[in-house]
Structures are given as C-alpha cells and as structure tokens.
T-cell receptor, first 114, second 113 residues
C-alpha cells in the first residue's frame, strides 16, 4: 500500500480564496483524521471520521472550515474564506479499528495564505 | 488547554549518549500513550507505545516509561544516533475514545557527532 496520500503538498493562496485539501487513506482503514500542525499548539486534531461518518469535529476552529468524506477512499478539508492565520501544515491520518493501535500519517500539505 | 505537554522544545545530545524526552499529561482518563517521530517535510511516523497497565515498554534502542501517579512519561533512546535527529511527539488517547489521539507540541532532538 502507498500509505496515506495527501494533495497538494504545497498550497499558496491569497486571503479570501477557497482552499481544498485532499486525502486518500490507507485501503481498509476505517478511521480518518485531519490534524493541523503549528509551532504553538503542536498537532491539533481538527476532525475525525469513522466509516465515513464525522464523529468529532470539536477541533474545527471556525465555520470557515469544513470536512467531508464521501466514500472510504477520499476525504477533503475545505477552508473558505482562507485567512493568513490558517497558514500551517495540515496532516491527514488513517487507522484501522477502534482499539489501541497507531495512526498512519500522510506527508502533509503546507498551506500558506498571503 | 494543552492536555499533553512537552515542556522542552529542543534537546541536544552527543552521539552514543542517552536521549531522554519527557511528556506530561493532565487528563486522568488517558490510558494509552504513543511516541511519534517526525522528519522535516514528512508526516509523523509511529515509534513506540505503552498501555496504562504497564510502566515500561522496550523496542530496541527505544524505551518508554510511564509514571501514572505523576502523569508523566518519558522516551529513552540509547545509544543516540545522528539519524535520531527529528521532532518527537508524545500522544495519548482516553478510555472510550481509543481512536482520538491528543498530541503534545513536540521536542526537537539534535544528535551531534
């Protein structure tokens, strides 16, 4: 398996524009997570899905952020409108099962909003 | 509210010596702990984990210690190697929410020659 695949790897956009980040989890994994990495807060969990259903979105910072998982092999994280403070590295991760196992991360998308 | 804290942003250790990375947590419901390693421009990768029923878990050069009463865990790397230079994240999950990992802010380890 190729692992968790995220696209794009880098995104530079102007303030106010819509940004869509994409993720393909590892085949067969039933949990998918979106994290944001910042210097101040480390890795923050934004939202996670189980079997394509959002379970906990309490980490989503504002209504400008939304996430979807239309099927087991694809998820998106959308920011609209984007702001400079959204600049960060966004990671997608997937996991198999509910028990104590590790999550596998993608390589991340570095977002810069100017 | 940072439930998982890594108070040392960086650590420098000589090659061959022991590296000790520390992590504190505040949520008494956490019962499973993990360490992840992250190289620049890559995603975090799983390193080692420990369940709250244990106080030590070892995997080669890596050992994790858990002190539940102090709500503290540490990662020991012996001997440290230059390839260990990376950012290390501590993570935890709580009883009943085994899938939800809460991460610390990370510690950057530099292993010098």
């Amino acid at each position: 398996d190729a692992g968790v695949i995220q696209s794009p790897r880098h995104e530079v956009t102007e303030m106010g524009q819509e940004v869509t980040l994409r993720c393909k989890p590892i085949s067969g994994h039933d949990y998918l997570f979106w994290y944001r990495q910042t210097m101040m807060r480390g890795l923050e969990l934004l939202i996670y899905f189980n079997n394509n259903v959002p379970i906990d979105d309490s980490g989503m910072p504002e209504d400008r952020f939304s996430a979807k998982m239309p099927n087991a092999s694809f998820s998106t994280l959308k920011i609209q409108p984007s702001e400079p403070r959204d600049s960060a590295v966004y990671f997608c991760a997937s996991k198999l099962g509910r028990l104590n196992t590790e999550a596998f991360f993608g390589q991340g998308t570095r977002l810069t909003v100017v | 509210d940072q439930q998982v804290k890594q108070n040392s942003p960086s650590l420098s250790v000589q090659e061959g010596r022991i590296s000790i990375l520390n992590c504190d947590y505040t949520n008494s419901m956490f019962d499973y702990f993990l360490w992840y390693k992250k190289y620049p421009a890559e995603g975090p990768t799983f390193l080692i984990s420990i369940s709250s029923i244990k106080d030590k878990n070892e995997d080669g050069r890596f050992t994790v210690f858990l002190n539940k009463s102090a709500k503290h865990l540490s990662l020991h790397i012996v001997p440290s190697q230059p390839g260990d230079s990376a950012v290390y994240f501590c993570a935890a999950s709580a009883i009943g929410t085994a899938s939800k990992l809460t991460f610390g802010t990370g510690t950057r380890l530099q292993v010098t020659l």
